[in-house]
């Protein structure tokens, strides 16, 4: 059963930093290229960032671009979302998703709220 489960989701203030987490289970993680997406209320989801099934290529929005770094674990089948310099704006749910490079994405966790307080 594929599983991508998300954490470290908060409340912070803004000029803060939060890493997210996506642990990843039921399928060849390192075979696959991941994402960081995230929805604000009563937008449509966005892109966030990706990486590459090695890691070597990294691709970000340019909304979080020089602040939001995305990595990965192969090891350890998690990838992570080191976000720092939140704004208000960056209030999102955020999703981690399994794919092809820059998509289609075949897997999609559940979400974990990012709330950043101005």
């Known amino acids: 059963q594929v599983q991508l489960v998300e954490s470290g989701g908060g409340l912070v203030q803004t000029g803060g930093s939060l890493r997210l987490s996506c642990a990843a289970s039921?399928?060849?993680?390192?075979?696959?290229?991941m994402g960081w997406f995230r929805q604000a209320p009563g937008k449509e989801r966005e892109f966030v960032a990706a990486i590459s099934w090695r890691g070597g290529n990294t691709y970000y929005a340019d909304s979080v671009k020089g602040r939001f770094t995305i990595s990965r674990d192969n090891a350890k089948n998690t990838v992570y979302l080191q976000m720092n310099s939140l704004k208000p704006e960056d209030t999102a749910v955020y999703y981690c998703a399994a794919g092809d490079w820059l998509g289609p994405y075949d897997y999609w966790g559940q979400g974990t709220q990012v709330t950043v307080s101005s």
């Open positions: 039921g399928f060849t993680f390192s075979r696959y290229a």
